[in-house]
């Protein structure tokens, strides 16, 4: 762009310098006008942490009891993931008021080597903690609790794939097992250890420790994240 100054009343010399000026400012402009080459992509950040919610992870198995039954099994667990999640409802068909429930893994009926521990808060009726072939999980609700009352209970376990010599614990947990019913219910917090020589873990399955029936209604959901 130009722009010339011409005046014949101003001096040569002032038209020059304010000329050169002028041009000066033009210049510049021009410059500020043009973009230059993009630049190469900045790296990419790193990939953030996936957030487990209440009921999150992959769904791998459900049971759902719609006639009485002796067992829930969950086979060939796939060791693709971290951990695993259990969400359990239990109710027995027993004619009592209540029954416990037991988890063996891996099909083990001979070995010692699983340890289920509890503390008790509100309706404290039993406790126990043993070292077993199962781990007693909970008691769960029979007939003579009103129809439509079951155990509740979301079990984490962690490092269910290690192998190796030297291996993490694998352990489960819940903070809120339990039913409410006045003078029956409870509520406790569960820790279950298993030892390293069932692992990897790949097997679970449920049962009635008095022998009785799971109920219908009584459902499993197993998750792996």
């Given amino acids: 762009m130009n722009f010339k100054l011409t005046n014949p009343e101003f001096p040569v010399q002032l038209l020059s ?22 630049g190469l ?54 004619p009592g008021v209540t029954s416990g429930v037991g988890m063996q893994v891996n099909n083990n009926t001979a070995s010692v080597n699983i340890n289920a521990g509890h503390i008790f808060s509100v309706f404290d009726r039993d406790s126990f903690s043993h070292v077993s072939t199962f781990a007693n999980l909970m008691t769960a609700p029979g007939s003579g609790v009103p129809t439509g ?33 006045p003078g029956t219910g409870y509520h406790a917090t569960v820790m279950v250890s298993i030892a390293v020589t069932l692992l990897p873990l790949t097997g679970i399955t449920f049962f009635s ?11 499993v959901k197993l998750y792996g994240f």
């Fill in 209 to 219: 420790t008095s022998g009785a029936l799971f109920a219908t209604g009584t459902a």
């Fill in 41 to 94: 992509p900045g790296p990419t950040g790193p990939t953030g942490s996936t957030i487990i919610t209440a009921g999150g992870g992959n769904l791998i198995a459900s049971a759902v009891v719609n006639s009485p039954t002796g067992t829930i099994t969950f086979a060939n667990i796939p060791q693709t993931y971290n951990h695993l999640r259990l969400q359990t409802l239990f109710r027995i068909a027993d």
């Fill in 17 to 38: 310098a304010v000329q050169k000026n002028v041009d000066t400012q033009f210049s510049l402009l021009n410059q500020a006008l043009v973009t230059g080459p993009t």
């Fill in 149 to 181: 009352i079951f155990a509740t209970a979301n079990f984490n376990i962690f490092n269910y794939t290690e192998t190796g010599v030297y291996r993490y614990p694998c352990y489960m947990q819940s903070h809120n097992v339990g039913f409410f019913y």
